[in-house]
Structures are given as C-alpha cells and as structure tokens.
C-alpha cells in the first residue's frame, strides 16, 4: 500500500510519502520491506526530511538543495586533498548549504541479503552537520558491536572534524577478534592536509601499554597518489 501528498520535486520536496507491506525486485531476487516513511519540507528558509523504516531512520534539517549536496562536500574535500575535480564540479555556481544530520542503521535480514557474511550487528549511529560557507564538517559515529563471518568487532567510535588547514580523523577500537588473533584497543589518528595523508595506528593491551605502531603518510602529487 503506498500513499502520498503534496509535491515531490528533488531540491524542494514537501509532503509525506508512505510505504506499507512493499517488496523491492533486483533481477532474481525479491526482498520485502514492511514500512517506509518519508516527511519533507521545503520553505523559503527551511529544508527538512525525516525518513523511518526497518532499515534506516535519518533526520536531515537546514537549507540546502538535494541535487548539489555531493558537489558542495566534494569542493570542501578538494580544499584538503585534490580529488581532481573538472567541469561543473569545480565551475558550477551553488547556493549555500547548510544542515545538521542524524542517522540510525538498523539490523534486519534484509542487510544480509546483500552481505550474507554479516551475522549480526547493533544499531550503527551518525550525527553530523555541515556548512558550506564555513567549510565546516563535523561527524561522529558510533558501531556498538559487528560481527562479519567469523570477525568480531566492538566498540567503534569515529570522530572527523575540520579547521582552515587540515581535515581530521579519530577511530577508536575497543576490540577485534576472531579465531586465529585478539586485539584489544586500536586507536586511529589521522588528518589530510596539502594533498598529504598522516595515519597514525596504535594497539594497545588489556593494561594500555603499546603493543604496535603504524605511523606513515600519504602523498598525491600531479594526480598521482604515492
């Protein structure tokens, strides 16, 4: 059963679109969906959507126009790390964007359709927000626990943040595991700057005492990443 109103125009949706008891078809398979909800609303100064379904919840509030997000994120990157950008990517006038974002990944077996060596995971959380102007990019994330074959992986916290000069990254590990190896806390710093990737990983023990470090960077130079 689907239902929904008002206009649906990608930079400036509004109304609700309702999904109920539905299946998806992709060549020989069939997966069935049971709810998908979506609320949007587009003013002169507002743009919101909220979406719920057995997959995914994700909320995303501010002014922006849907069709030009990924090129305003990928000018901001460029400014970091040239992702050689052409054409309209580099050229094309935008508007500024702006919103702040929060999304739930949800386990069901539809997931494993798609990644049958998934066995299970806990709830996967993002909340971010991002200014075009400002060049501001801000996410934090958050994987309680996954387990991928016969791979065990808990704990996960990422952080990733920006300044004028340099864009960052922090992972943390609270555990890895699986039959043949343990790793206890795996901590990830890294940061691009000037075409130039620093990582910096560590792994530690039970009782914090370093056990391994990797610590290197990566360079692109004329297009070239070496």
Known sequence: ?????????????????????????YKQEVYPLSELKIDALSTDTTNSIHLKSQILDANIVGKYKLTELATQLQRTINTYYNLNLKGEALTKPLDPAYFN????????????????????FETINLV??????EENIELKGNVPEIIYGVNKIKGVDLDLTNNA????????????????????KMFLKGNIK???ISYDLQVLDQKDVLQ???????????DITQ
């Open 101 to 120: 974002m929060d999304l739930a990944i949800k386990d069901d077996d539809i997931v494993r359709k798609f990644l049958p060596d998934l066995n299970s």
């Open 1 to 25: 059963f689907a239902s929904y109103t008002e206009k649906w125009k990608s930079d400036y949706l509004n109304g609700t679109l309702s999904l109920h008891d539905f299946a998806l078809a």
């Open 194 to 196: 000037e075409n130039i």
């Open 128 to 133: 971010g927000k991002y200014n075009s102007q």
């Open 165 to 184: 000069n340099t864009l960052n990254l922090n992972v943390a590990i609270a555990g890895l595991e699986n039959e043949n190896f343990v790793l206890d």
């Open 212 to 222: 391994y470090e990797i610590a290197g960077t990566v360079n692109s130079i004329n």
